[in-house]
């Protein structure tokens, strides 16, 4: 019998007996530094003589691990090599398969001090934000090892004595799973265990700054629960090259995206293409970003509305789609929420998060972001009032540190208000009332989360039919999405709403097929 699902209980950094646990996770995972990882392939290890380094964004000198180098002969062969381990996968009965997930789960619970603090090494996460990551990594494999238990039985359609007919769902085949960098233990987690508990089999294609904690979840399945070989691949490699080749061959039945707007699009095009030799639509589950808001009225509580603004601007360095990028605020309390948003902000340590957990923002994930980010800042003092940072952190080390920024008095339409910038930048916009406050909520081509700090019910009613999000928050942050509680995927350009750790998501995984036996009777339905 199994425990009714209940979320991963987040650890609590202010007990010494946690933190000094997790300090010796740190010191376990810093003895594994510049390990070299294989591509596996049909349970195969193979070390190729092309290689790249996961580096730490707080010490760019320091390799993380040393990863094989797919090509694109070897994307194609992990591809041929999955559909022909998912002609025997898909046959493994579902309880089977929840318990492989589940079994995971197991695992990386004993283990989650050495996954978060992976996280802390390898993408810059403090460690209550690397913490959060891996409890989700958790949940996911919880939920969806219970769900697939829910959904693998047949179920009858209509009742009648003639007619014998069931619905059930069946896995579609072989799928490529190419997770994010910024939820590099939970997404990746939860793309690839939906994909494996429906029947499918996978290549994962981990993204390039954070692919060895990939590695660690790929060696959970292969090496210590001995998943059937070609079940789950593990491919990392450039995007390009070798992305496209998983997303264009025939063979690959759909593909788990999370990423940027700009790449998913990319796949959405090419996967529309049908290949020589393809007998199928591919199906494409795709979470691409956002530009999220969080609206303030005058009856709010700008106390709570500065703290959830400020954690959802700045926490894991504005890094999330879900991450709070603009604040709208009506003008009666403009000046005075803008001012407890810049005490706030003034507050926050900029370090190396592997010191300790009173980090409050860690580095960006690499050179090219934080030259990107420096140059909105550039564009943003041309459109709006700079309050607070503004400029690079310093480091001994050469990380990729920023301070968190604010800029007051942007206007709706300005660059820094429409274009996902991800990362510590937060725009603030003044707004007449809540009426135009609700119109320059919903002025984007994003439509992921959002959030409502307001005392008055009809108001957060109207937010609830009108701010057109996929995740919507009334008087709280608009980042954090807990597992069950709050599944998660946005409208518009913020990709097809996927729903990740709701009771929907596995069905993206599935087809439906009906069976149909008659008894030999005369059926009043159909006539036969």
Same mark, same amino acid.
């Given at each position: 019998?199994?425990?009714?699902?209940? $979320?991963?209980?987040?650890?609590?950094?202010?007990?010494?007996?946690?933190?000094? +646990?997790?300090?010796?996770?740190?010191?376990?995972?810093?003895?594994?530094?510049?390990?070299?990882?294989?591509? *596996?392939?049909?349970?195969?290890?193979?070390?190729?003589?092309?290689?790249?380094?996961?580096?730490?964004?707080?010490?760019?000198?320091?390799?993380?691990?040393?990863?094989?180098?797919?090509?694109?002969?070897?994307?194609?062969?992990?591809?041929?090599?999955?559909?022909?381990?998912?002609?025997?996968?898909?046959?493994?009965?579902?309880?089977?398969?929840?318990?492989?997930?589940?079994?995971?789960?197991?695992?990386?619970?004993?283990?989650?001090?050495?996954?978060?603090?992976?996280?802390?090494?390898?993408?810059?996460?403090?460690?209550?934000?690397?913490?959060?990551?891996?409890?989700?990594?958790?949940?996911?494999?919880?939920?969806?090892?219970?769900?697939?238990?829910?959904?693998?039985?047949?179920?009858?359609?209509?009742?009648?004595?003639?007619?014998?007919?069931?619905?059930?769902?069946?896995?579609?085949?072989?799928?490529?799973?190419?997770?994010?960098? $910024?939820?590099?233990?939970?997404?990746?987690?939860?793309?690839?265990?939906?994909?494996?508990?429906?029947?499918?089999?996978?290549?994962?294609?981990?993204?390039?700054?954070?692919? @060895?904690?990939?590695?660690?979840?790929?060696?959970?399945?292969?090496?210590?629960?001995?998943?059937?070989?070609?079940?789950?691949?593990?491919?990392?490699?450039?995007?390009? +090259?070798?992305?496209?080749?998983?997303?264009?061959?025939?063979?690959?039945?759909?593909?788990?995206?999370?990423?940027?707007?700009?790449?998913?699009?990319?796949?959405?095009?090419? +996967?529309?293409? @049908?290949?020589?030799?393809?007998?199928?639509?591919?199906?494409?589950?795709?979470?691409?970003?956002?530009?999220?808001?969080? *609206?303030?009225?005058?009856?709010?509580?700008? $106390?709570?509305?500065?703290?959830?603004?400020?954690?959802?601007?700045?926490?894991?360095?504005?890094?999330?789609?879900?991450?709070?990028?603009?604040?709208?605020?009506?003008?009666?309390?403009?000046?005075?929420?803008?001012?407890?948003?810049?005490?706030?902000?003034?507050?926050?340590?900029?370090?190396?998060?592997?010191?300790?957990?009173?980090?409050?923002?860690?580095?960006?994930?690499?050179?090219?972001?934080?030259?990107?980010?420096?140059?909105?800042?550039?564009?943003?003092?041309?459109? !709006?009032?700079?309050?607070?940072?503004?400029?690079?952190?310093?480091? +001994?080390?050469?990380?990729?540190?920023?301070?968190?920024?604010?800029?007051?008095?942007?206007?709706?339409?300005?660059?820094?208000?429409?274009?996902?910038?991800?990362?510590?930048?937060?725009?603030?916009?003044?707004?007449?009332?809540?009426?135009?406050?609700?119109?320059?909520? $919903?002025?984007?081509?994003?439509?992921?989360?959002?959030?409502?700090?307001?005392?008055?019910?009809?108001?957060?009613?109207?937010?609830?039919?009108?701010?057109?999000?996929?995740?919507?928050?009334?008087?709280?942050?608009?980042?954090?999405?807990?597992?069950?509680?709050?599944?998660?995927?946005?409208?518009?350009?913020? !990709?097809?709403?996927?729903?990740?750790?709701?009771?929907?998501?596995?069905?993206?995984?599935?087809?439906?097929?009906?069976?149909?036996?008659?008894?030999?009777?005369?059926?009043?339905?159909?006539?036969?």
């Amino acid at each position: 019998m199994r425990y009714p699902f209940s $979320n991963e209980p987040l650890t609590d950094f202010a007990c010494a007996e946690n933190a000094s +646990a997790f300090q010796a996770s740190l010191d376990r995972v810093r003895a594994q530094l510049g390990r070299t990882y294989p591509l *596996v392939i049909g349970g195969e290890k193979i070390y190729t003589p092309e290689t790249f380094d996961s580096i730490n964004p707080a010490n760019p000198s320091q390799s993380v691990g040393r990863m094989s180098k797919a090509t694109p002969e070897l994307a194609a062969r992990a591809v041929e090599v999955a559909a022909a381990a998912f002609d025997s996968w898909k046959r493994v009965p579902y309880e089977e398969r929840a318990r492989y997930v589940l079994d995971a789960a197991k695992i990386m619970r004993e283990r989650k001090h050495d996954f978060s603090a992976l996280q802390v090494l390898e993408v810059g996460k403090t460690w209550s934000e690397a913490d959060a990551d891996t409890a989700e990594a958790i949940d996911f494999l919880e939920w969806y090892g219970r769900e697939m238990l829910r959904l693998g039985p047949p179920r009858p359609t209509i009742l009648d004595p003639r007619l014998d007919g069931e619905l059930a769902y069946i896995p579609l085949g072989a799928g490529a799973v190419i997770p994010p960098w $910024n939820f590099p233990g939970a997404i990746m987690t939860g793309m690839t265990a939906a994909s494996i508990v429906t029947g499918n089999s996978v290549v994962l294609k981990p993204a390039s700054t954070a692919p @060895v904690i990939a590695a660690w979840l790929a060696e959970i399945f292969n090496d210590q629960l001995y998943l059937p070989p070609g079940v789950l691949n593990f491919l990392p490699g450039p995007g390009g +090259a070798v992305g496209d080749v998983l997303v264009d061959h025939p063979k690959t039945r759909f593909i788990a995206f999370t990423g940027s707007k700009e790449v998913g699009i990319r796949i959405f095009q090419r +996967a529309a293409q @049908v290949q020589p030799g393809q007998i199928w639509l591919k199906r494409t589950i795709l979470e691409m970003g956002g530009k999220d808001a969080i *609206v303030v009225d005058e009856t709010a509580d700008l $106390n709570a509305a500065a703290a959830g603004i400020v954690a959802s601007a700045f926490g894991f360095q504005g890094q999330k789609c879900s991450a709070c990028s603009r604040a709208i605020i009506v003008e009666q309390v403009y000046d005075e929420l803008l001012g407890k948003i810049v005490e706030r902000t003034r507050r926050l340590t900029v370090a190396d998060p592997a010191t300790g957990p009173a980090v409050d923002l860690g580095p960006v994930i690499d050179r090219s972001a934080l030259d990107k980010h420096l140059a909105y800042i550039e564009t943003g003092k041309g459109e !709006g009032r700079l309050l607070v940072g503004g400029e690079k952190a310093p480091s +001994a080390t050469g990380g990729y540190f920023l301070q968190p920024t604010v800029f007051a008095d942007v206007a709706p339409r300005a660059r820094l208000a429409q274009e996902e910038i991800f990362g510590p930048v937060l725009a603030v916009i003044k707004a007449a009332d809540f009426d135009e406050a609700l119109d320059i909520a $919903n002025n984007t081509e994003y439509g992921l989360t959002g959030s409502v700090y307001s005392m008055r019910r009809d108001r957060l009613e109207r937010a609830r039919h009108e701010f057109h999000v996929g995740n919507l928050y009334f008087n709280r942050k608009c980042t954090g999405a807990p597992v069950g509680l709050a599944p998660f995927g946005g409208f518009n350009m913020s !990709g097809t709403d996927s729903k990740a750790g709701g009771s929907d998501y596995l069905l993206l995984f599935t087809q439906a097929k009906v069976t149909v036996e008659g008894t030999g009777q005369s059926c009043n339905i159909c006539g036969t």
